[in-house]
């Protein structure tokens, strides 16, 4: 694993290296193989600018640099979601929210990052801009997880040390997962999502990727404009909940033995562990089965583009996205009642627990040749999308926040400890992630 941020800004103020020397080391890695496919837009001069007028002293991120996934306004450059659709439109007249409080708090952007075209898969596959493959891997190119793929290769690879992203139903949190770095989805009203384009405005998060727990906080703590509280409480001041509900079906047989010995880690360290059924996980089946947040208000978003351009479509997007148009206006507010009633429920069994842990995701990366574009491998793609978003999009459907932390051996592929909550538990999460990162990092 590369340097943190942390450890890296530790260099910069003691003299030990320079954000000139930081910024030439990753356009390097930028410029790699690792790096294939995974930027849309580079813009190294711009932050080799940045780098030279960086003061470590007074800014967090004083010339480090940060990729931006191509969901953001950056002024003066077009927003494309990943899409040949919106190759036309004009260029931004501002940065983004997100984007603007990452440049005051000094970062420097190296470039845009491929993503799942309008963000709208788990995968993170994409038929007009090739794939990014996984960093973390090396027997075969597998997939990057989506739809945040080139924002994850860009900071488990060495390139970025933030990877700025969003997260709907996963799309922080599976690539996270799936490459052995930190995802974490904060409660989404906690950071404005104006400039981004949306896929659920219900549902949509600004969130970002980095190498550890504690670049996460500094991270979110820039994004939503916050100071957290940090604590050493050990884990044995916590009380932990594991739910068994749809959340362990299907898992494979690297992911069981990660999350199995991470659990037997933790409640070696004190950790108090509860199992507990969480049944009503089960039913978000039923509760979108009309299609969901996404597809109804992407379908609003998208009609008049899908009119005038659905062949520049993927067409595995499209047709999840035309499924919206089948919903009808009172499913709609029928589905923001169920999830309302739900999130309710939900949170009176969390009551009195610190945190629930999960896995992220129930398996490795798969090979991208398995679900690669083609009609043939269609059946494949939606088997494994389902997989990935299964576990991450109960949370979003929860408004809850939750991160995802590496917790597989040296020798194995990547795995995702996912330690969630309910809406607000976002200081609590990542202190929890913080103490738990530690525990695994030094056994």
Known sequence: MQADLLSTRQGLLTGQTSPVAEMERCIAVAESPLCKNVFLKTQFDAARHVAVAADVRQKPLAGLAISVKDLFDIQGQVTTAGSLALADRPPAVQDCTAVARLKAAGAAVIGRTNMTEFAFSGVGVNPHFDTPANAAATDVPRIPGGSSSGAAVSVASGAAFIGLGSDTGGSIRIPAALQGIVGFKSTARLVPTEGAIPLSTTMDTVCALTRSVR?????????????????????????????????????????????????????????????????????????????????????????????????????????????????????????????????????????????????????????????????????????????????????????????????????????????????????????????????????
């Open 215 to 443: 670049d996460a906080m500094l991270s979110h703590e820039i994004l939503a404009q916050c100071t957290l509280s940090r604590s050493d409480a050990p884990l044995s001041s916590y009380r932990l909940a594991v739910a068994n509900t749809m959340m362990h079906d299907g898992l494979d047989a690297t992911v069981t033995r990660a999350y199995q010995r991470t659990l037997e880690k933790l409640r070696q360290a004190g950790a108090k562990i509860e199992e507990i059924p969480l049944s009503e996980i089960a039913e978000l089946g039923a509760i979108q089965s009309t299609g969901g947040f996404s597809a109804a208000e992407s379908y609003a978003w998208h009609r008049k583009l899908i009119e005038l351009r659905a062949d520049q479509y993927d067409p595995r997007v499209l047709a999840r996205i035309q499924r919206g148009a089948t919903m009808r206006a009172y499913e709609y507010l029928d589905l923001q009642v169920a999830r309302r009633d739900w999130i309710m429920r939900i949170e009176q069994r969390l009551a009195g627990f610190d945190a629930v842990l999960s896995p992220t995701v129930p398996t490795v990366a798969a090979p991208i040749a398995e679900v690669a574009p083609g009609p043939e491998r269609d059946e494949a793609f939606f088997a494994v999308n389902a997989q990935m978003l299964r576990n991450t999009s109960m949370v979003n459907m929860l408004d809850g926040c939750a991160i995802s932390i590496p917790c597989q051996c040296p020798d194995e592929l990547p795995v995702g400890l996912m330690v969630w909550h309910a809406a607000m538990h976002d200081n609590q999460v990542l202190n929890i992630a913080w103490q738990i990162e530690k525990l695994l990092q030094n056994p």
